[in-house]
């Protein structure tokens, strides 16, 4: 179950829009927060607090591809391998974080620690390769720059 | 007026409707997948392309309206292109498993790829893999074979308002899922199935054990569950049936069913079926003949009525048989027997109510149409769940919601949770303080038309201030008052009265308050019924105190008429009750019972009473389709025909008469023709041949079905008050109060009606048992939390009649501290635990205060529905 803030914060998105079903997309987000992805238990929790039925709210996340439909690391690292990262040596740095992390694409590391998802451009072509941790931009990526960065994160 | 022309044809229409169906209505035929006429307008399928002079590109008929001066081809070489391709999209990932598919057959892909689309694809990579889930009980998804027009999620969320299935993932990915992935946990009406266009959701019940062109009969008939009378159409194959689906345009339920009226019907071919008359003999029912069985039935009735006299002997009648069955039934009692003593469990509510209802309003008062609840602006509930009750009369409150209109109910309804009801919720045994505030203020903010002298002479007495209301009820004073706006602004109200209301302390008072509610809003009024011819039972006369028609036993003038058509003098005092039965037979002044397909003796409260004065007759005679209960402890049982069996009439709640059909043929005799039998062997022949010439007899007895035929039936024109003469209302007016008195325990013990069952019928039909395989103790989240108990974990509840242990069912929809328990199981009924008490007036139980102990009792083991004793087939 969610707790007393959760509760809250989704009753506060709840009250931005004019409908229950406007507020899922939001809501969602906060579930998957709180329960670290999209389990049953998070789409009964939104339900529950917005008065959705839960095959609804199930069925409105299950469409996007950026929420968390599987149990997943701690922090999520999202490599852009399209056209201007792929010419800059995306594909590069996905061997690095293989062969250093154990990270394949769609996979966690054992303890838990980073998930990797491969993403088509993230609007950063300009200063590729780049890729997102969480929801911070880290962009002009090199092996021993990625080192670094994933130092910060536990 | 507007005028279009499609292919060169003229079609002239009154209002503006959409180019498919004008086309259709002109005999054009255009392709459709995503379309359904019971559906919102979606246009997904694109398959429904149509050229319209003046728009730049193809249009979907199914969305686009008319508009004059329109003119549309519908089948040019670029259609037909273009149907093509989207033909051969679909198939890229269909399978074609046609051979091995149930839906081969009635499957609209199939036709429309014969008729439309290409013989060979073009795409040569792999098709997508979905394994077949067979996780559900009762129906299986293959997502390879859906089309994803969504026609099921429209349904379950638009019509059937379960919202239990959506679309998940997209594009080449979407497919159609419940909530869990596997299981549905859903409402079971399987209205997805009906209006799947492919084999991709489908019943498990008939799976690969028929073909649409195998069936050797297909029947309409009306459903043997609940008070609603949904026509069904039952599908036959080698005299069994196979399936049972709705038709559309049909009156009431117009192509929907609910989980009873679709899955329900096994108990016909169950093989636990009785076959031949049992008598008892050295303590033992034993196997006998026709001849012997109605002969010992016979002599015993009239040894009894010589002894004892004509009022030592009782008949309860069943609302699960036909107007015809309970026609000859009461006629039995009254004249071959020469008594009044004949009642049904419609006492237990719903007589009783409808009568005081009608006293005030007149004959014909809760007669109302039942699709007219869905076009009114607000719903009154009060006293029970209308979604388990009676489903597809919920369906008409769900819609009214969606429509704008306003749901009200008195307690939380958990079927109307999405719907945004208005809910007051007062605090137990608060609810007449709370009708008493609502009258009150109506009275306030309306004039009294005078228009009911007696009733508002009773309005004038209703007083409670509102601080009263909101400091008794523990509720909110915002809430009450949007409550009163809302209904004293509403301009076409209805009132949905439930028996959890009927059934409680001071029920007549808490009626004369719903009737005043009723008055002073104008609304109509509509009575839940569990039991498909409740009403039709009643209005047969089968009940202590009415003749056929509903004329009471006691004006002389009335009574004249049944005498003269019976050739008999009728006694002028009515007879005893169903419960005054039971007290009867318990203290020796009634010696002999007569039991017509109903189990008193587990469908009434306090079973232990009944089953203590039940075994003090002298003769006990059963006539049903199960060693039920009631059977069991029987002097002689007589096996009946089962409703898909026999022709007929039910009479629903809206008191609107059906024709019953018979869908398979069985050895044996109807109800009506068994108590013929005994009745000409007691020296009063009978003359009827067939069910239709018992008709001819009730259209001539009764006054309110006066020259009413099978064909006006048949035609549809049995609607009331048909051609006869209702009796007008505006009777002095008695009501009980109640006691008032309420035993503080801090739980209380109700009854459960469970969507998935209905009486004891239900658990002799597969399907049902295996949505609903046993008894359980329905507790809210805050009751667990107090017992600290879990799902799996069992109760023993204890009353100061008996116990029963449970295995505790956490309903997340449901708060309060009520233990809810149904009474549908062997051994496990509600029944067993309560006590009740008489109200004065409507003689039906109030079993609101029956106050329980718990304890935690052992764990319990989930019970494997595949071994389940109750289902044989
Ligand atoms: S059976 Fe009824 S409630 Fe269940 S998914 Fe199908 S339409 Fe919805
Ligand atoms: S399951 Fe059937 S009705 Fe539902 S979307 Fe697929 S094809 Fe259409
Ligand atoms: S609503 Fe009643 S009559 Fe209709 S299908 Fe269900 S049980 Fe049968
Ligand atoms: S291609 Fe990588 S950010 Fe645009
Ligand atoms: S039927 Fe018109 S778009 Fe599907």
Redesign the pocket.
């Known amino acids: 179950m969610l707790n007393e803030t959760a509760i809250k914060e989704l009753q506060e998105i709840r009250s931005k829009y004019p409908s229950a079903r406007s507020a899922l997309l939001p809501a969602i987000y906060v579930a998957q927060r709180e329960f670290g992805w999209l389990s049953e238990e998070a789409y009964e929790a939104v339900s529950e607090v917005l008065g959705v039925p839960k095959a609804i709210a199930r069925g409105v996340g299950a469409f996007y591809a950026m929420y968390k439909h599987r149990p997943m690391g701690r922090n999520i690292i999202q490599l852009c391998t399209n056209v201007s990262c792929m010419i800059l040596g995306a594909e590069r740095l996905a061997d690095y974080l293989k062969s250093h992390y154990g990270l394949v694409p769609g996979g966690t590391t054992e303890d838990g620690r980073f998930s990797l998802v491969i993403m088509e451009c993230i609007g950063a072509c300009g200063t590729a390769p780049a890729m997102l941790v969480n929801d911070e931009f880290y962009e002009n990526l090199s092996e021993q720059y990625i080192e670094e960065i994933l130092a910060k994160f536990t | 007026m507007i005028t279009v022309t499609i292919n060169e044809k003229e079609i002239t229409l009154e209002k503006p409707i959409t180019v498919l169906e004008a086309a259709r209505s002109a005999g054009i035929s255009i392709p459709t997948l995503c379309y359904h006429p019971a559906l919102e307008r979606y246009g997904g399928c694109r398959l429904c392309l149509v050229e319209v002079e003046k728009m730049p590109r193809l249009q979907t008929a199914c969305t686009l309206m008319t508009a004059d001066g329109m003119i549309v081809r519908t089948e040019t070489d670029a259609i037909a292109g273009v149907r093509r391709g989207i033909l051969e999209f679909l198939l890229i990932n269909h399978p074609l498993d046609c051979p091995y598919c149930d839906k081969a057959g009635e499957c609209e892909l199939q036709d429309l790829v014969e008729k439309y689309g290409p013989t060979t694809g073009r795409f040569k990579e792999k098709k997508r893999k979905m394994p077949e889930s067979l996780e559900d009980a009762i129906i299986v998804r293959n997502?390879e074979?859906?089309?994803?027009?969504?026609?099921?999620?429209r349904m379950c969320e638009g019509v059937q308002g379960a919202s239990a299935i959506a679309?998940m993932e997209r594009g080449g990915h979407s497919h159609?899922e419940p909530f869990s992935g596997g299981k549905y946990d859903c409402e079971y009406c399987g209205n997805?199935i009906s209006?799947?266009?492919?084999g991709?959701?489908m019943s498990r019940m008939h799976r690969h054990s028929y073909r649409p062109w195998q069936m050797t009969d297909q029947v309409e008939t009306i459903c043997p569950y609940c008070g609603v009378g949904c026509t069904v159409t039952a599908q036959v194959r080698d005299d069994a049936i196979k399936r049972i689906i709705p038709k559309l345009g049909s009156p009431v339920n117009n192509g929907l069913l609910c989980s009873r009226g679709r899955f329900g019907y096994e108990f016909v071919g169950n093989r636990d079926r009785l076959t031949r008359p049992l008598i008892r003999k050295n303590g033992v029912l034993e196997e006998s003949t026709w001849e012997e069985a109605i002969h010992r039935v016979t002599q015993k009735l009239g040894e009894i009525k010589e002894k004892y006299g004509s009022s030592s002997v009782a008949g309860i009648a069943s609302p699960r048989c036909t107007n015809e069955d309970n026609y000859v039934f009461q006629k039995f009692m009254r004249v071959t027997i020469g008594t009044h003593n004949i009642d049904s469990t419609a006492r237990t509510g719903y007589a009783g109510a409808q009568q005081f209802i009608e006293n005030i309003f007149g004959q014909g008062a809760t007669a109302n149409i039942i699709s007219g609840i869905s076009r009114s602006d607000v719903v009154f509930v009060v006293g029970g769940d209308p979604t388990t009750v009676n489903p597809i009369l919920g369906l008409q409150i769900r819609a009214c919601s969606r429509k704008g209109g306003a749901v009200l109910t008195l307690g939380k309804v958990s079927g109307l949770r999405y719907f945004s009801p208005h809910a007051l919720d007062p605090a137990s045994f608060t609810e007449t303080v709370l009708l008493e505030g609502i009258v009150t203020e109506l009275k306030n903010r309306k004039e009294l038309s005078g228009s009911h002298s007696s009733l508002e002479s009773n309005i004038k007495d209703i007083a409670v201030s509102v601080e009263d209301v909101i400091k008794e009820c523990k509720i909110r004073e915002d809430d009450f008052h949007s409550f009163i706006t809302l209904l004293s602004e509403a301009s076409n109200p209805v009132l949905i009265i439930g028996k959890e209301i009927i059934q409680s302390n001071g029920a007549s008072y808490k009626l004369l308050l719903l009737s005043a509610i009723n008055y002073l809003i104008n609304g109509r009024i509509y009575l839940l019924s569990e039991r498909a011819n409740e009403q039709g039972l009643l209005d047969m006369g089968c009940a202590s105190d009415l003749l056929p028609g509903s004329r009471p036993v006691e004006v002389a003038e009335l009574r004249r008429r049944y005498e003269r058509a019976w050739h008999v003098t009728l006694p002028d005092k009515p007879g005893l009750t169903l419960f005054e039965m039971i007290h009867g037979a318990k203290e020796g002044s009634v010696r002999a019972m007569y039991v017509m397909g109903e189990n008193p003796l587990f469908n009434l409260p306090n079973s232990e009473n009944v089953k203590e004065a039940l075994g003090n007759l002298d003769f006990l005679v059963v006539q049903d389709l199960f060693m039920t209960e009631t059977a069991e402890s029987a002097d002689v049982v007589l096996p009946a025909l089962s409703w898909a069996e026999k022709e007929g009439t039910f009479t629903n709640m809206e008191r609107r008469i059906q024709k019953l059909r018979k869908v398979i043929s069985r050895a044996g005799k109807e109800d009506w023709r068994i108590i013929s039998d005994v009745s000409g062997n007691m020296g009063v022949s009978f003359p009827y041949d067939s069910a239709e010439d018992v008709f001819a007899e009730i259209s001539k007895v009764s006054p309110l079905h006066r020259d009413l035929t099978y064909d006006d039936i048949e035609e549809g024109e049995a609607l009331w008050p048909f051609k006869g003469e209702p009796l007008r209302g505006g009777m002095e007016i008695s009501c009980n109060k109640g006691d008032g008195a309420t035993e503080s325990g801090k739980y209380f013990l109700a009854i459960d009606r469970p969507l998935f069952h209905s009486g004891t019928l239900s658990r002799k039909s597969s399907a049902l048992m295996r949505l609903c395989p046993e008894a359980v103790a329905r507790i809210s989240s805050t009751t667990a939390a107090e017992l600290s108990v879990t799902d799996g974990d069992s109760i023993r509840i204890s009353t100061r009649i008996g116990s029963l242990s449970l295995p505790v069912f956490i309903d997340e929809a449901y708060d309060g501290s009520l233990i809810k328990v149904s009474n549908n199981f062997r051994g496990k009924g509600v029944f067993s635990l309560m006590e009740y008490s008489l109200d004065p007036v409507l003689k039906s139980p109030c079993m609101d205060n029956v106050i329980i102990e718990i304890e935690k009792s052992d764990r319990h083991v989930q019970r494997d529905p595949k071994n389940d004793s109750e289902v044989k087939k």
């Open positions: 997502m074979r859906c089309i994803v027009c969504t026609r099921c999620v679309v159609i997805c209006v799947c266009p492919v991709a959701i």
